[in-house]
């Protein structure tokens, strides 16, 4: 069993900053890819940032230049610097990792429970 914690959501004024993390925790033997998405009432979840287990990273284009997606692999967490955030990041945040459980096995996707970001204009 894999399980993945995300904390530090919460409300914020437009051009605020938060700090997202997320922990994984359980039967873990490496993680590969990290990466958080994000769902808007009404929308599809989306792509905001990922990190390979080779910290290259790829962001949205919507958080470029104020995002800013990290990792610990010691602590096996996953960190999501939002800087300048804009009423339209208002969503619940996901973590997502790629878990090999045991060497040479397959990756799993696994994801968090989700953590509310509300920015008020």
């Known amino acids: 069993q894999v399980q993945l914690v995300e904390s530090g959501g919460g409300l914020v004024q437009a051009g605020g900053s938060l700090r997202l993390s997320c922990a994984a925790s359980g039967s873990i033997f490496s993680i590969n890819s990290m990466a958080w998405h994000r769902q808007a009432p009404g929308k599809q979840r989306e792509l905001v940032a990922l990190?390979?287990?080779?910290?290259?990273?790829n962001y949205a284009d919507f958080v470029k230049g104020r995002f800013t997606i990290s990792r610990d692999n010691a602590k096996n967490t996953v960190y999501l610097q939002m800087n300048s955030l804009k009423a339209e990041d208002t969503a619940v945040y996901y973590c997502n990792a790629n878990v090999k459980v045991r060497a040479g096995g397959p990756n799993f996707s696994h994801w968090g429970q989700g953590t509310q970001v509300t920015v008020s204009s």
């Open positions: 990190i390979t287990s080779g910290v290259n990273t």
